[in-house]
C-alpha cells in the first residue's frame, strides 16, 4: 500500500520548534509513514499531503508568525485534510506534570480548521538562545531544555495511530 505523505511544517525563532518537528518527523518514519518536515515560512502547499502537524513556539502568549500565517495561507486546503497543531512552550517542567491548553489564538485555528488535536511541549532556553530576554532568564539560573524525547515519540505515535484507524494509512 502506498505510504500516507505527512508534512510536518513549524515555526521556530531559535531551532527548539525545529527540534521537536524534527523528531515528529522521524518518529512517523519509523512507524512508516512518508514525513517531510518544512519550516512553515516555506509551505505554499499542503495538496500534496494526507495530513499536516503544523507547530510553532509561543512568545509572550502568541503563537509564531510564521506558523500562524501559514494557517492563514493554506486554511482552505488544510480544513480538507487531518490537521494537528503543536506549541513550544514551557521552560519550566510543566508541560511534563498536565495538559496545557491552546493559547486562545491557536484555539480559534484549531476550530476554523477542523485541527484533530493539539500538544504544548516543553521549549528550550540555553545558552545559545540569542536575546536578552534568554540571556537574561539563563543568567538567572531559568532557562534549560524542557523539550522531552518521551513525550513527542508518543504524540507522534499517537497521531500515526488515529491516522491508521481512519483507514487512511
Ligand atoms: C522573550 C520570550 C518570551 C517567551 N514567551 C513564552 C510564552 O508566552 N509562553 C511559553 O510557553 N513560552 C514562552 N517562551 C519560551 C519559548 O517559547 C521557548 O523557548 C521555545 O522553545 C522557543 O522555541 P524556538 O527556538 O523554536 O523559537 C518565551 C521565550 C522568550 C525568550
Known amino acids: 500500500m502506498k505510504r500516507q505523505r505527512i508534512l510536518v511544517a513549524y515555526g521556530s525563532k531559535h531551532g527548539a520548534t525545529a527540534g ?5 518527523g522521524r518518529t512517523l518514519e519509523e512507524e512508516g509513514f512518508d514525513a517531510a518536515v518544512h519550516p512553515a515560512r516555506d509551505v505554499r502547499e499542503v495538496e500534496g499531503f494526507d495530513a499536516v502537524i503544523l507547530g510553532g513556539s509561543l512568545y509572550a502568549g502568541h503563537w509564531n508568525r ?12 488544510l480544513s480538507h485534510r487531518p490537521v494537528w497543531l ?3 512552550g514551557p521552560v519550566d517542567s510543566s508541560a511534563e506534570r498536565h495538559e496545557i491548553p491552546p493559547v486562545p489564538a491557536v484555539a480559534e485555528e484549531m476550530e476554523r480548521l477542523h485541527a484533530k488535536g493539539h500538544r504544548t511541549f516543553g ?3 540555553t545558552a545559545g538562545t540569542p536575546g536578552l530576554v534568554a540571556r537574561t532568564l539563563v543568567k538567572h539560573g531559568k532557562g534549560g531544555d524542557f523539550r522531552n524525547a518521551e513525550a513527542i515519540q508518543s504524540w507522534a505515535h499517537q497521531v500515526g495511530e ?3 484507524a481512519d483507514g487512511k494509512a
Open 20 to 24: 521537536i518537528a524534527e523528531q515528529i
Open 66 to 77: 510564521d506558523t500562524m500565517r501559514c494557517a492563514h495561507r493554506n486554511a482552505e486546503a
Open 86 to 88: 503543536f506549541s513550544s
Open 123 to 125: 521549549g528550550s532556553i
Open 162 to 164: 488515529e491516522l491508521r
